[in-house]
C-alpha cells in the first residue's frame, strides 16, 4: 500500500500561483499571450493561472508523453495532439506542472520554436532540478522540489491522484 506526505501545502501552492500570476501579468500586459498547457497534468495549475491573471489570454493545449506507466520516464517522447491556434508572430508562454528530466520540455519548446512565435518561455510550477539530463530555460517558476515521485495538484501515478489539493511525495 502506498502512503502519501504531503511536500507543498494547498495554502502554499495557491500563494505561489498567485505571485507567478502577478509576474505573469507585468511581463504580458497588452501582449495578449497564448498560453501552450502541457496535458495532462498542467490542467490544475494552468486553470487556477489563468484565473489568476485577469488580463486576456488565449490558451491552447499539446500532449506528450514520455512516461507511460510507472515513475521514471521512457526517455523517448511521442506527441499524441498538437496545438490547433497559430503560433507565428505570438507571444507564447508554455505551461508545464513539472520540470524534471527537461526531455519534455526541449521537445516542447523545440515544436513551438519551429512555428516562429514572436517569444517563447516557460512557466512551471514544479522542478525537480536532480533529475535534468536535458538543460532548458525556465523563466517563471514556482517551487524546486527534491527528487521524489510527486502526485496530486494535476500530477498523477498511474492516473490516479490527480484530485489532491497538496502535492505529495508517494512512498511505497
Do not use: Q, W
Request: aromatic share 8%; hydrophobic share 40%; with cysteine.
Amino acid at each position: 500500500m502506498n502512503k502519501l506526505k504531503v511536500l507543498i501545502s494547498k495554502e502554499e501552492i495557491e500563494k505561489k500561483v498567485t505571485e507567478l500570476a502577478a509576474e505573469l501579468r507585468e511581463d504580458y500586459h497588452e501582449k495578449n499571450p497564448l498560453l501552450i498547457g502541457a496535458l495532462k497534468g498542467c490542467f490544475v495549475f494552468m486553470s487556477d493561472l489563468v484565473r489568476k491573471l485577469d488580463i486576456p489570454v488565449e490558451v491552447d493545449f499539446i500532449k506528450v508523453s514520455s512516461y507511460g506507466i510507472g515513475t521514471h520516464s521512457s526517455g523517448k517522447i511521442k506527441l499524441e495532439h498538437g496545438t490547433k491556434t497559430p503560433i507565428e508572430g505570438r507571444h507564447v508562454l508554455v505551461i508545464e506542472d513539472i520540470v524534471d528530466t527537461g526531455l519534455t520540455v526541449r521537445f516542447l519548446l523545440d515544436y513551438i520554436s519551429r512555428r516562429k512565435p514572436a517569444s517563447l518561455k516557460l512557466c512551471t510550477l514544479f522542478d525537480k532540478p536532480s533529475g535534468r539530463v536535458m538543460a532548458v530555460p525556465i523563466d517563471y517558476m514556482g517551487f524546486t522540489i527534491p527528487d521524489a515521485f510527486v502526485i496530486g495538484y494535476g500530477l498523477d501515478f498511474d492516473e490516479k491522484f490527480r484530485y489532491l489539493p497538496d502535492l505529495c511525495i508517494l512512498e511505497d
